[in-house]
């Protein structure tokens, strides 16, 4: 398993630069990858594409979109600890990483260097510590909630959302995303 979280320009995939991506495979450690030319980046590729490695993610329809659209490899094998969320923290409309780590974990995430320059050529500490932070949880974070999707025998629906993200994600490309394909209107 490997958490995997990126960081952009803006919340536009097609418009907004992919900017940089973290990893960590749960052991406390993170790794900050800062792209300058996204054709260099073939062990990523070759990570995002091996669908024996679980790859986490906290809201993984952006990071996904983010990495499909920039790097050209649809990442295989996926978990999203914010669909797992929604799914089983039904009691709450608070989903976001920094909700999920105060209650499941106890942990305060602070989440200032959200907005911040990430296309800057020289990342500040506090933006590097942030970028860390978004991945060094999400294994705790899974085990955590799949306890309570097992609890509440939702593990197979959260099995079908993670596994329809890769169409969600195509569908993001080809048309806008206020567009729902599936709504009654015309």
């Given at each position: 398993?490997?958490?995997i ?23 406390g ?14 062990n990523i ?15 993984a ?41 105060r ?54 629906i ?20 206020s567009?729902?394909?599936?709504s009654?209107?015309?």
């Open positions: 398993m490997v958490a979280d990126t960081e952009t320009m803006g919340l536009w995939p097609r418009r907004d630069r992919l900017c940089l991506s973290q990893f960590s495979a749960g052991d450690d993170c790794y900050v990858i800062k792209f300058d030319d996204y054709n260099k980046a073939k590729k070759k990570l995002l594409a091996d669908s024996n490695v679980l790859k986490i993610f906290h809201y329809r952006f990071d996904m979109t983010t990495l499909y659209h920039y790097l050209g490899i649809m990442p295989k094998n996926v978990y999203c600890t914010k669909i797992a969320s929604k799914l089983v923290r039904t009691y709450t409309q608070k989903h976001g990483l920094a909700d999920l780590c209650e499941l974990l106890g942990v305060e995430v602070s989440k200032e260097q959200t907005c911040t320059d990430w296309g800057n050529p020289d990342l500040s500490h506090k933006q590097l510590d942030y970028a860390g932070t978004d991945v060094l949880y999400l294994h705790e974070l899974k085990r955590e909630l799949d306890a309570m999707l097992l609890r509440e025998n939702r593990m197979d959260a099995k079908g959302c993670f596994d329809f993200l890769e169409i969600r994600v195509m569908l993001d490309l080809l048309v806008h995303e567009y729902d394909i599936f009654h209107g015309a």
